[in-house]
């Protein structure tokens, strides 16, 4: 395996409140090599848009991001690279597409202005060509009747194309790396396997790394090769995408799955995690997932867990996978 | 002073040319002008009849007076003074609407039936008069307007997409200035800087600011949030940029229909500082203040409060109905597809 191409290493964000500060993701680690996909896969509210958005650099105030962290990206550091810098990889090396493509566009321009922005943003091409080349990333998205489309007004155009123009937006200058936040919750049921089919064939075709925030795990299946699951604020588990969804060690990772209906249980009654996501800064002691852990035992209530290697690609944060795992 | 009129005449006739070709030249803004134009003839032409008649009123030389008038011999004088020649075609005192005596007297006027709304105290052309206001009324809203857009989009999208810092200095500012009542605060200005209408329209436009400030604050504070302005950040498209390429677009239509309102709000504001005695020369509003006493008479002299006052209402209706009209295709969320 080559080397990673981003690495975030102790990732700690602090939103302040009422009692000082609070670290509402914390010690959050990830990696992804070139052509990889990761998904990140949690709740609302634990943290992993924000994670996406610091390693964009875009953490909105009066969030920030604590000092342990390191984001590297391609052997750079992103946390102390200059802002002009940090813009440049915006959108060049790094797009980034969101969860609302509704109103992820500006209504009053074109769409294909908006796509050409991205283009002469970050390169110096003649109006000319920077025009030939939204058509031909209108032709790559699958925008039928791009040359026609490049006109249009946001308002003229189905949720699913205006997701392909966020897409063709941010994969406009080839970026090596591909951020999605949500990329289909926001989209009908046979518009999301589209678009998912569209982004693993980009990423496969232009061998771009992709980072794609999701709490579906039909999203997981149909494009991750790898996963991490986030809660509270904390990675609680990665993997492999086999090994994840196959194996999965960590009760949350299992209460997550059970909850998924399938076809087999039907008429039976749908199983859930008990209790709901502790709110930031109330996180209990401990593993932070003991209050609704079906198996919890005394060391969950005091002391945090480490990371526990079950594989060589797999690994959980659970004293129980750790003492499973002691020999 | 009179050829730095005759330049503005130039440039302004260049710049609407410019203006034109470019309109034509683009899809979206020659159909909005075809829609606008389908929308609102009416209004359009009488806007289009008092531009073209300040226009007349801007361009003047010295000289051609007629033998004999000695003032008029050696001051520039219009093309409406021209066509009109208001030195001569003016009577001893009121008449009333075509008439062929005087109001006063009943001596028979030197122009019988002439005078379409009558004469004033000094026998002037009523008609004339209001013609005269077109000028003073145009300059004065469109002057301020000049003056006060700028500055309120500078402070106030700067304020609402900052924040913080920025954005305490401008509503600090915002906050003095409307609590000093503006009435006060112009009749103060127009002392220190004296009379005149670049004068009158600075002051105006100090005291003018706030409302639109206020507004494109608000907007862009809404606007910082917007989906597409964080896609464009994470495209890493830079503050200045965002601004000009994504928020201002975006609050063009608050804007249009904001300076309407302040167009026709400046307009009006002059007539009260006429009545005030501290208004333009020659404008609307000194007649409506010239009118007070008349109105006081019997038999009632109601012509120059009405010429005044119907040439105020066609232009100030006008061009809000512009106005609403523009903001409604300015804005493609509420235009309607075209066929």
Redesign the interface.
């Known amino acids: 395996m080559s080397a990673p191409l981003l690495v975030v290493d102790q990732l700690a964000i602090s939103f302040p409140a009422e009692a000082g500060r609070v670290r509402v993701v914390d010690r959050v680690g990830l990696s992804i090599a070139p052509g990889e996909t990761l998904a990140l896969v949690g709740e609302s509210g634990c943290g992993k848009s924000i994670t996406a958005l610091a390693i964009?650099r875009?953490v909105p105030r009066p969030g920030r991001i604590e000092t342990p962290s390191r984001i590297s990206f391609d052997g750079r550091d992103l946390l102390s690279l200059p802002v002009t810098e940090m813009?440049?990889?915006?959108?060049?090396k790094i797009?980034?597409i969101?969860q609302?493509p509704m109103?992820?566009?500006?209504?009053?321009?074109t769409v294909g202005s908006q796509v050409l922005?991205?283009i002469v943003?970050?390169t110096k091409v003649s109006a000319g060509e920077a025009r030939r080349r939204v058509i031909e990333l209108f032709e790559m998205v699958g925008i039928p009747d791009p040359a026609m489309r490049v006109g249009a007004?946001p308002?003229q155009l189905s949720g699913g194309l205006k997701q392909r123009v966020?897409i063709a937006?941010?994969m406009a200058m080839r970026p090596r790396l591909l951020i999605c936040d949500e990329p289909t919750t926001a989209l009908d049921a046979t518009i999301r396997a589209q678009i998912l089919e569209l982004i693993r064939n980009l990423a496969a075709t232009t061998g771009t790394a992709v980072l794609i925030i999701t709490h579906d795990f039909g999203v997981v299946n149909a494009v991750a090769d790898r996963v991490a699951v986030m809660y509270a604020g904390q990675i609680v588990e990665e993997g492999t995408r086999e090994e994840l969804l196959g194996r999965p060690r960590h009760p949350y990772t299992q209460g997550l799955l059970r909850s998924i209906p399938r076809p087999e249980a039907r008429g039976r009654r749908l199983e859930e995690i008990k209790g709901a996501v502790p709110r930031p800064g109330q996180w209990p002691a401990g593993c932070r997932f003991h209050t609704r852990c079906p198996v919890a035992f005394t060391g969950c209530y005091t002391e945090e867990p480490v990371c526990t290697r079950v594989s060589p690609t797999q690994a959980a944060w659970c004293h129980l996978v750790a003492e499973e795992a002691r020999p | 002073m009179h050829w730095v009129s005759n330049g503005v005449v130039i440039l302004l006739i260049a710049g609407s040319i410019w203006v034109a070709r470019s309109v034509a030249r683009s899809r979206f803004w020659r159909e909005s002008a075809i829609e606008l134009w389908r929308r609102r003839r009416l209004a359009l032409v009488v806007v289009g009849v008092f531009v073209f008649i300040a226009l007349l009123d801007s361009i003047s030389w010295i000289g051609g007076a007629r033998d004999g008038d000695n003032v008029a011999a050696f001051q520039p004088r219009t093309l409406i003074d021209r066509m009109v020649q208001p030195e001569a075609f003016k009577e001893a005192s009121y008449s009333a609407p075509l008439a062929s005596v005087a109001f006063y007297g009943g001596q028979p006027l030197r122009f019988p039936g002439a005078h379409l709304l009558g004469t004033d105290i000094l026998g002037r052309d009523v008609v004339y008069r209001a013609l005269k206001g077109v000028r003073v009324a145009l300059l004065i809203g469109a002057f301020t307007s000049l003056i006060v857009i700028p500055i309120a989009l500078l402070f106030g999208v700067t304020a609402g997409y900052f924040g913080r810092r920025i954005d305490d200095g401008v509503f600090f500012l915002m906050t003095v200035l409307a609590s000093v009542p503006s009435l006060l605060l112009l009749i103060a200005l127009i002392m220190v800087l004296g009379k005149g209408t670049l004068q009158v329209c600075i002051a105006l436009g100090v005291t003018g600011w706030v409302h639109l400030c206020r507004i494109a604050r608000g907007e862009t504070l809404k606007l910082r949030e917007a989906d597409y302005v964080a896609a464009a950040r994470a495209l890493g498209v830079s503050d200045t940029r965002i601004i000009l390429r994504h928020i201002l677009p975006n609050i063009a239509h608050l804007v249009i229909i904001t300076f309407a309102l302040l167009f026709t709000g400046l307009v009006l504001a002059e007539t009260i500082l006429s009545y005030l005695g501290i208004g333009l020369d020659g404008s609307w509003g000194q007649m409506i203040d010239q009118a007070r006493n008349e109105l006081s008479r019997t038999p009632i002299i109601w012509w120059n409060l009405a010429a005044a006052s119907v040439f105020l209402f066609a232009l100030v209706l006008a061009v809000n109905t512009i106005a609403d009209a523009m903001r409604d295709i300015a804005d493609p969320r509420t235009r309607r597809e075209g066929q």
């Not at chain 1, 813009?87 to 060049?92: D, H, V």
């Open positions: 964009m875009l813009r440049s990889l915006r959108g060049g797009g980034m969101f609302e109103t992820s566009l500006n209504p009053v321009t922005e991205a943003l970050h007004y308002h966020m937006m941010a």
